[in-house]
């Protein structure tokens, strides 16, 4: 059997899994972020987030470089991840990643208020702390688009509210010609 025949097979056996966009938002306490500065340097970092409504909230600190890139650059790619502890196949772990836009939170607003509260609840007293020093700040996160997946051949587009739009399937794997 050639490769591709074994590639064939194995997406005819995949069906597409229930998606479960939200009960991965739910298991994640953190986001890991990829930015951009000025020039164009890629950066990936992580953050605990807080989700209020279809956006997401993250206190950063300007001693991260990922800070000043999502306040000045005003976008950011967003993933959720399936710890690798809990997955079946390292290659098809269940992912969610968010392109969105970003807009920094000014202290003081009833906004900035409801956000602090909701991260303080969901990560404890040490936003007590954070949240009293002047290098934090908090951003806000839109999303624009997204793409889910859950397994070989189960992709999914996804929405601003992070709702299944479609399934990918407009794509297969190919295998490399045979010589």
Request: glycine residues 6%; charged residues 30%; contains cysteine.
């Amino acid at each position: 059997m050639s490769v591709q025949d074994k590639v064939e097979k194995v997406q005819r056996k995949n069906r597409p899994v229930e998606p479960k966009v939200k009960e991965l938002i739910a298991r994640c306490k953190s986001v890991i972020l990829g930015t951009i500065d000025a020039e164009g340097t890629p950066n990936s970092s992580y953050a605990p987030y807080v989700q209020m409504g279809n956006k997401l909230y993250i206190l950063v600190s300007f001693m991260a470089r990922h800070t000043k890139n999502l306040r000045d650059l005003k976008k950011v790619s967003v993933m959720f991840i399936e710890d690798e502890s809990e997955t079946k196949q390292i290659y098809a772990r269940e992912r969610l990643t968010i392109d969105a836009t970003t807009e920094q939170i000014e202290r003081g607003t009833e906004l900035w208020d409801k956000a602090a509260a909701g991260l303080t609840e969901a990560h404890g007293k040490i936003l007590e702390i954070l949240l009293g020093m002047e290098d934090f700040i908090l951003i806000e996160l839109t999303p624009i688009k997204g793409s889910y997946v859950n397994g070989f051949g189960s992709a999914y587009y996804v929405d601003t509210n992070l709702e299944i739009i479609t399934h990918r399937n407009d794509v297969n794997h190919t295998a490399i010609k045979d010589k």
